[in-house]
């Protein structure tokens, strides 16, 4: 718990750049999870962090994304109120809108053993540019974060491609 700790207050401390270019989003991500989380065969759901945000076309477009990035790891995606999935993937997404740009991305995921009962795996990416559009931002966002899963590979500062 005391590394967790560490971490959300390094984060505190962590100064951002905006984005290099059109095209491309400068963020700092931390992916932190415990050695040798088997994925291949287990079934999962994705649900909100925030459940405000369940509904929004935004969070269902994330959602769908989570769900073919994790199908791809050869997961099984399970409707949570019917099966309970051995994985629960919560994820949160924000843009703080300043009175001008550049405007704080974040994106949050924690992924939850069922079985085990308790996380295992930590996302966390911070970003400012001058887009705050969820659409457009957020999607490479998730790819990036997701083809690494579940890796942890600590703090970095990442160009993503949209």
């Known amino acids: 718990m005391r590394i967790y700790r560490l971490i959300i207050v390094s984060f505190l401390f ?13 963020a700092t991500t931390a992916t932190i999870g415990e050695p040798n989380i088997k994925i291949a065969g287990e079934s ?9 945000k369940a509904t929004s076309l935004d969070f269902q477009s994330l959602r769908a994304q989570v769900i073919q990035e994790m199908s791809r790891k050869g997961m099984i995606q399970v409707n949570a ?31 939850y053993d069922t079985k085990l009962e308790h996380i295992v ?6 970003s400012k540019g001058t887009s705050n559009d969820v659409g457009n931002i957020f999607p490479p966002i998730v790819k990036h974060v997701y083809e690494i899963f579940p ?8 160009t993503i491609g949209m």
């Open 14 to 26: 962590l100064l951002f750049t905006g984005c290099s270019t059109a095209n491309k989003i400068a």
């Open 44 to 52: 999962f759901d994705v649900l909100a962090l925030d459940f405000s």
């Open 81 to 111: 109120t019917k099966v309970e999935p051995r994985y629960l993937i919560l994820f949160d997404y924000a843009v703080d809108l300043g009175d001008e740009s550049p405007y704080e991305r974040r994106f949050v995921a924690v992924t």
């Open 121 to 126: 795996h930590r996302i966390r990416v911070i």
């Open 151 to 158: 890796a942890s590979n600590g703090f970095q500062n990442a």
